[in-house]
């Protein structure tokens, strides 16, 4: 099966945050992007607010909750008790938890696995108690990935920053590419099943997705939200759902 698509919100939030105006409307796009056949959404709620709000969680739930119940809520965040808070009262489907500090612009790296696991175990745990899949964001490196199994948790998410920027050099994208493949293998082999996000494209997806055959979900915000301005969001996401192979 090809992997699932996930639109992630935040630029279309930080967006309407430019104004203190109601549109764009986070609640609508996502349900445009759901009709469309999208098969979930993701945000990642920040300490300051500055994209997706605090309130824009419980109307995402409800919607996804009465709307398109097939679909899955995707919650990513550095593991703060806020975050793990946030987490238990509005229950997404999957948690991905990423190394960020707060004043990151963006993600830019995964856990280190190995230091990192004594600090992970036990929030995985808890997770999991409450019934969440719990995804870890892991850079393309095979070496800690039985340290990322260990710690209980369900899936990784290839941080797939670096490939997307090679977008005007296909040599170094290949060997990026390769690294990326080489530890889902490692991942796959190890029972966690894989999800990937970051830069990704309907031009770089289809290689992504060959090398991978068994990615599960890929996340997309920044590339899909850039195309949305050009081909409309129902448009977009039958892009990207036919680059992931749907």
Known sequence: MPAKLSVNLNAIA???NRRDLPWPSVIGVGRLALA?????????????ERHTRHSDLPE??????????QAEFNIEGYPSEDFLALVEKHQPEQVTLVPDD???ATSDHGWNFVADAAFLTPIVRRLKKGGFRVSLFSDADPAGIGAARDTGADRIELYTGPYGSYHSDSAKAAKELERLGR????????GLQVNAGHDLTVANLPALARRIPALA????GHGLTADALEYGMAGTVGRFLRACGW
């Open 60 to 69: 995402i739930r409800a919607l996804i909750d009465d709307e398109f119940p």
């Open 14 to 16: 930080m967006l309407r």
């Open 217 to 220: 979900e890929v996340s997309i």
């Open 36 to 48: 469309a056949g999208a098969h979930g959404l993701t945000v990642h709620p920040r300490p300051d």
């Open 183 to 190: 530890t889902a293998d490692v991942a796959s082999a190890a």
């Open 102 to 104: 707060p004043a990151q």
